[in-house]
């Protein structure tokens, strides 16, 4: 395969103007707090009826949107989109090296995806630790570290809303997304870098909000926010709806940066029917987010005018189911927004590390398109106690139903590895891993797809179980095979392949003796939130924590390894998987603007073999043929 050795683009000139005295996170947290306080007590002072207190639901509510507001203001929004949309000249300089960057405000695709990445991996991790809490707690069949069930039900609400929404929503999407899909396409820059730079810092604002939201009460509604239940919540519910409004609004104008960035900015011979398989789930994906997070974001800001007025919208005298339905019609395609980029990841990443043609690349793509297609027709199955039994058939049949187009995804990758010469990498192993992983997900779900089985295993730990192997399953281990995979195109280093292999495995063996025995606890009669239970389930629990410490401990070993290999590892080469997308041809780690000109797309990335031919070149190298792929049917670029 011909490589392509490229020249650094040149950098952004230094822009003139006073450089900041004090480090833009810094003066972030300056500028929330003070907007906090401000606005908290005006709020206070023409407030006829707030009491007391000093700070109280609607004065918690305007302080949070003035703090959010100075929290982006002050890591760099002012200077770079607030002066210059007022007249004002651009004053911020974006630093184009060192760590520094990484904690301010950019406009660079790169600096972003790291960013979310960084953010993602913050919140796995404080998450994580509220689930040993958790684990530690429910060793003993009665309350012990816990000293009430709300406190209980608090930490669950917390580890679940920062997993699913700040870890799950941006990890691929926001992370890879924003990272890779503009090269990979060959585009040199996102479709609004500008607003890409806000949406990341709404990450960590969001995070923090949930993580102290028990500062202004216990909340029992677990991730989901329950109505009515949550009214009767002290006001730390509130800032479980601001700080979901904040992540999903980071989360929705990624979507949007996506969509827009793959269709419009591909570069000259990118047709669709050459498009990067990643690229097709982030573009599905995007759609996904751009349908359903308006309706949630909806849903919450009925829910705390349901908390702040209160209208009454989910009450008795309202309508007490509607909370409930509104919630998972978007829960569901949440499961998908986390799951097909990971389905296309697993494709993208098996051609390469099997040197095999991708098998059925027309069926995966498809298989995409109709998960998402799909997604919004399952919801119900979460309301099997509650709906008319007219209804358990349609929703039980559409459930079993989206197994088919994802089937289409396992197709491609198990046709690829036939007859391939698999390389046993570090990523390849954890594809491999994720693959088994999300099937027992997969075939636990069908189980629990029929409203004999759902009524009885309903609320157990048989549907957490289920629901980790989903989602960690296609997230957590996808992801991590993502960075190992990308790690010499982000940093030009190598991770050690001993160290990733054995991290691996203990991963695999510690998350499956974790939760393969929350399936036998579900069917044995352990309830899911709660803290206190029969005295007969304590030997099994008791067992499950000490695994989920393992577990804990080798995703530390993992963190550690990516970032001794980030810092220290081995000089990588260009192109160390003979990869043929085009992020791959172009430096390591990338210059600012990926490609000196935009490259230009001449036949498929997934073609391999002994007469592969080139797939990308650039209009200055005349010494390249350009040669036509038979197989690719692609029309015009649009």
């Known amino acids: 395969m011909a490589q392509t050795t490229m020249v650094p683009a040149a950098t952004r000139a230094p822009k003139a103007g006073k450089r900041n005295v004090m480090p833009p996170v810094l003066r972030g947290f300056l500028w929330a707090a003070i907007g906090f306080v401000v606005v908290n007590t005006f709020v206070d002072i023409v407030d006829p009826f707030r009491g007391h207190p000093f700070v109280t639901g609607p004065s918690a509510t305007f302080g949070w949107v003035a703090a959010v507001i100075g929290w982006l203001l002050g890591v760099g929004v002012w200077e770079s989109v607030a002066l210059p949309l007022f007249g004002y000249k651009d004053r911020w300089h974006e630093k184009s090296t060192g760590w520094r960057r990484y904690f301010e405000y950019s406009t660079d695709h790169k600096v972003i995806g790291l960013q979310y990445l960084g953010s993602a991996m913050g919140g796995f991790l404080i998450a994580g630790a509220v689930a040993m809490l958790m684990r530690i707690q429910l060793m003993s069949d009665h309350l012990t570290i816990f000293h009430y069930p709300s406190n209980y039900l608090t930490a669950v609400g917390i580890h679940g809303t920062i997993m699913m929404f700040s870890v799950a929503n941006v990890a691929l999407l926001g992370g890879f997304g924003n990272y890779m899909v503009p090269m990979m396409i060959g585009s040199r820059s996102t479709a609004f870098p500008k607003l890409s730079g806000i949406s990341v810092w709404l990450v960590p604002a969001g995070i923090l909000t949930v993580l102290f939201s028990p500062l202004l009460g216990a909340w029992t509604t677990g991730w989901r926010g329950y109505e009515p239940l949550a009214s009767q919540d002290a006001n730390g519910i509130l800032y479980y709806y601001l700080g979901v409004a904040a992540l999903t609004m980071s989360t929705f104008i990624v979507g949007l940066n996506m969509v827009t960035t793959v269709m419009f900015r591909r570069a000259q011979g990118m047709t ?74 697993w494709n993208e990443i098996i051609p390469v590390m099997s040197q095999k043609s991708l098998f059925a690349r027309d069926w995966a793509v498809i298989g995409l398109v109709f998960v998402m297609m799909l997604s919004g027709l399952v919801w119900a199955h979460h309301m099997f106690t509650n709906i008319r039994n007219s209804e358990l058939l349609p929703f039980s049949f559409f459930t079993e139903m989206i197994s ?79 960075v190992y995979y990308w790690l010499p195109k982000m940093s030009g280093r190598m991770y050690n392949e001993f160290w990733g292999k054995f991290l691996s495995i203990v991963l695999f063996l510690t998350f499956n003796l974790t939760f393969s025995q929350f399936f036998l606890l579900g069917l044995h009669g352990m309830n899911r939130w709660v803290p206190a239970y029969p005295q007969y389930l304590q030997p099994m629990n008791f067992e499950v924590s000490i695994f989920a410490f393992f577990l804990g401990a080798s995703f530390l070993g993992h963190f550690i390894h990516i970032f001794w290999a980030w810092a220290k590892g081995a000089k990588a080469t260009e192109n160390p998987w003979n990869a043929r997308t085009p992020e791959w041809f172009t430096t390591s780690p990338p210059p600012r603007y990926n490609f000196p000109v935009e490259p230009e797309i001449v036949s498929s ?27 690719d049917e692609g029309g015009p670029h649009e």
Do not use: C
Request: glycine share 8%; charged share 10%; proline share 6%.
């Open 404 to 482: 088919i187009p994802t089937g289409f995804a396992y197709m491609a990758a198990i046709g690829t590895m036939w007859k391939g010469k698999i390389r046993l990498t570090t990523p390849m192993l954890l594809i491999l891993m994720s693959m088994f992983n999300f099937l027992i997900g997969g075939l636990t779900g069908v189980l629990l797809a029929d409203p004999m089985v759902n009524l009885q295993l309903h609320d157990t730990f048989y549907v957490v179980g289920h629901f980790h192997y989903t989602v960690i399953g296609s997230l957590v281990f996808t992801g991590l095979a993502g």
């Open 272 to 345: 669709w029917s050459r498009l990067p398989l990643f690229a097709w789930g982030q573009l599905t994906v995007g759609l996904l987010v751009l349908i359903w997070i308006p309706e949630i974001q909806t849903t919450f800001v009925l829910a705390l005018l349901e908390k702040l007025v209160p209208f009454n919208f989910f009450a008795a005298t309202g309508s007490v189911m509607s909370y409930l339905e509104l919630f998972w019609l978007f829960g569901h395609p949440e499961v998908y927004m986390i799951a097909v980029p990971a389905f296309a990841l």
């Open 605 to 631: 990335l997934y073609i391999y073999g002994s007469k592969q031919p080139v797939s990308v070149q650039f209009p200055a190298e005349q010494e390249l043929a350009a040669t036509k792929d038979p197989q």
